[in-house]
């Protein structure tokens, strides 16, 4: 068959840290965008060193050296859509601000990593304006837990509405603001989309038992993978949520920390899952 003819997989291009572990960052992204149909592209910001306990270190990326690698792909192929995990500083911020601004098109997913599962502190408050100023107001989606919502619209009142957070959100330019409730106290998790018109939609799912490693960055990188795919939002956004729920409940435990998500269940017969939840 001429190449011409071959129907090419979405490109999608990941922003994020390397992480060891493959539980979170650059590589989770890399097995979730695949496995949702996806070529993934991937720009590094930041090294890690982690196991599935924590985060012990990390080293941010030169950020000319994260500028050169966005632009040297971007140059030579197109892209689907863009998502966007841990940045590593407020100047790397600025630069990946800068390069896609270029592409405003391009539907992008905003993943706020502003600390790891175990509570290890990545972003400061200047790193957190840099975000709020410069990548809010050019994203698709922005994908926050509660916690990364209040900080992002700069509240610090913890009974604060959620649903005036996310309209501060909008109120920058972004289009969409999906709140995961992972971190509520509710019995289920329920996961709310807002936009400018209030609430497009809310989901509920049974809250699975254990620590995750890497659930936020899941989710993010199915629903870029969904834009890319041309599904509508509240489509992508509701298969992300499926695409992720089942992957946190055939996570495993490979090391003495939180459970991974397994990206590639769908691939696996169910006799092959690994139950042991020691």
Not at 119 to 127: K, V
Not at 130 to 151: D, F, G, H
Not at 192 to 203: E, F, I, K, M, P
Request: hydrophobic letters at 45%; charged letters at 20%; aromatic letters at 6%.
């Amino acid at each position: 068959m001429p190449e011409s003819l071959v129907a090419l997989p979405p490109a999608v291009l990941t922003f994020a840290a390397s992480d060891p572990t493959s539980g979170a960052g650059l590589q989770a992204d890399i097995l979730a965008l695949a496995s949702m149909g996806c070529h993934p592209l991937s720009v590094v910001t930041a090294i890690t060193v982690q196991d599935t306990t924590g985060v012990e270190s990390f080293m941010p990326i030169d950020p000319d050296w994260v500028a050169d690698q966005a632009r040297c792909i971007l140059e030579d192929m197109p892209v689907a859509a863009f998502k966007m995990g841990f940045l590593g500083s407020t100047e790397i911020v600025t630069v990946v601000a800068e390069v896609v601004s270029d592409y405003p098109d391009v539907p992008l997913v905003l993943d706020p990593v502003f600390a790891s599962g175990r509570g290890d502190e990545f972003a400061g408050e200047d790193m957190v304006s840099a975000i709020r100023e410069l990548l809010v107001p050019q994203s698709t989606v922005v994908t926050p837990n509660i916690m990364e919502l209040r900080r992002l619209a700069a509240d610090d009142d913890e009974d604060a509405n959620l649903a005036e957070c996310a309209q501060r959100l909008l109120d920058t330019g972004c289009e969409y603001v999906l709140v995961t409730g992972t971190h509520d106290s509710t019995p289920d998790v329920v996961n709310t989309l807002y936009h400018r018109g209030g609430v497009l939609r809310a989901d509920t799912w049974q809250r699975l038992p254990g620590s995750f490693h890497g659930s936020g960055c899941t989710l993010a990188a199915a629903l870029a993978a969904n834009l890319a795919r041309g599904l509508d939002i509240g489509d992508a956004v509701y298969e992300a949520q499926d695409y992720t729920w089942q992957a946190l409940a055939h996570a495993f435990r490979p090391g003495m920390g939180q459970h991974l998500p397994d990206r590639l269940f769908w691939a696996r017969d169910s006799g092959d899952a690994d139950d042991d939840e020691t």
